[in-house]
């Protein structure tokens, strides 16, 4: 019996691609993703007593995307001047 071809697909493979303070920043993130037809993600972390930034996001994508992902938020990041933290870590999915 032959498998189907999704089966050999990687899945869960999602990383945090960067950490964003500002919301302009982050909403021409998003648009330049869009643009360049990158699928991703938001996650707002929960406040703790060491991070309280409400604004913080996490810009998560698929690691297959990873290295035009990267290479779009520089060019927004360095053009504009806005600070970003990039994470290049594998995500924590919490639905898993």
Not at 24 to 39: F, G, P, T, V
Not at 54 to 82: F, H, M, P, Q, W
């Amino acid at each position: 019996m032959e498998q189907p071809l999704y089966t050999s697909l990687k899945v869960n493979n999602e990383i945090e691609l960067c950490e964003v303070e500002d919301q302009e920043c982050k909403q021409l993130i998003e648009k330049a993703l869009l643009h360049n037809r990158i699928s991703y993600f938001i996650r707002w972390p929960k406040s703790s007593i060491f991070h309280r930034r409400k604004d913080t996001c996490i810009i998560c994508i698929n690691d297959n995307s990873k290295d035009l992902a990267e290479d779009v938020v520089r060019s927004i990041c360095d053009e504009k001047g806005y600070p970003v933290k990039f994470l290049m870590r594998k995500s924590q999915n919490q639905y898993l």
